[in-house]
């Protein structure tokens, strides 16, 4: 079961296909990242998150004190609690491997694992989408945009993949 394969995920040389490709080794890198989040989150207690999140922001601050970015990372961890940092753990390292097992699945022309990635990235796209409604963030905008080009890049490589398996069937 599910040992069907695709036939070529991004294996043809069509600017399409190569975009596909190269979003779908983004989307696994940063699942990998992810991982890596959430193993720091449930090592590390969030007083030790705001010591690390302040030296690393301190040469910004200190060339730059309004830097938008090292302040949003400084307010985030000094606002961290332990539940909260649980909660980010667990929803890093499951959000990481389900992205990391499924991106590996397709590139591997696995054609069960391409419904299954259009189905968990509309799952966090309405979840994304939630949270930009209540607090605006350009960062979650433009990864919400990504996970919706992936999720038609995947839709279109799958259909692709269906009709060539249809067609090399044959008639019945």
Not at 140 to 152: E, P, R, Y
Request: hydrophobic share 50%; with cysteine.
């Amino acid at each position: 079961m599910g040992k069907a394969r695709a036939g070529g995920a991004g294996q043809g040389g069509t600017v399409l296909d190569k975009t596909f490709k190269v979003s779908l080794i983004l989307k696994g890198l940063d699942g990998l990242l992810e991982i890596a989040g959430g193993i720091l989150l449930f090592v590390m207690t969030p007083a030790q998150i705001g010591s690390l999140a302040r030296a690393l922001t301190q040469h910004e601050l200190s060339e730059e004190p309004g830097s938008p970015i090292a302040n949003a990372l400084l307010h985030g961890a000094d606002s961290l609690t332990v539940s909260a940092s649980l909660f980010g753990a667990v929803y890093l390292l499951l959000h990481g491997l389900v992205k990391v097992v499924l991106v590996w699945a397709v590139l591997k022309d696995y054609l069960w694992a391409y419904p299954w990635m259009i189905a968990f990235l509309l799952v966090f796209i309405v979840f994304q989408g939630y949270q930009i409604w209540t607090s605006f963030s350009w960062a979650m905008v433009l990864l919400t945009l990504f996970d919706i080009l992936i999720v038609c890049l995947t839709w279109h490589e799958y259909r692709s993949h269906r009709a060539r398996l249809a067609n090399s069937r044959g008639p019945d």
